[in-house]
């Protein structure tokens, strides 16, 4: 069984950076798809970025390109969200997924099998 842990949220400011890291443990992810999705209070949780493990290929949300940057740490099973000149707008708990294989749609929250608990984000105005 997977499980994925999630860390990194907390209280920033408009226009400054966080980074959150997504550690699985349980099992090789050589073939996996990892994403990070949010869910702000009141709105169903939606896709902000993913990742292929093998390649490495970026899918970005049109709401977070040039801001949020995904990428992986094969060495420690680990990856990252690095979140820069966030508005607030992004507040929201913010999971991580993952899947093996490719998924039809990367943005499909169905898609990804397994899920962590979230960490929380908050950008003040």
């Known amino acids: 069984q997977v499980q994925l842990v999630e860390s990194g949220g907390g209280l920033v400011q408009a226009g400054g950076s966080l980074t959150l890291s997504c550690t699985a443990s349980g099992r090789t992810f050589s073939s996996h798809t990892w994403a990070w999705f949010r869910q702000a209070p009141g709105k169903e949780r939606e896709f902000v970025a993913a990742?292929?493990?093998?390649?490495?290929?970026?899918y970005y949300a049109d709401s977070v390109k040039g801001r949020l940057t995904i990428t992986r740490n094969n060495a420690k099973n680990t990856v990252i969200l690095q979140m820069n000149n966030l508005k607030p707008e992004d507040t929201a708990v913010y999971y991580c997924?993952?899947?093996?294989?490719?998924?039809?749609?990367?943005?499909?929250?169905?898609?990804?099998?397994?899920w962590g608990k979230g960490t929380l984000v908050t950008v003040s105005s």
């Open positions: 990742t292929r493990w093998s390649s490495g290929s970026t």
């Open positions: 997924a993952a899947r093996f294989g490719r998924p039809i749609n990367y943005t499909d929250r169905n898609e990804y099998t397994d």
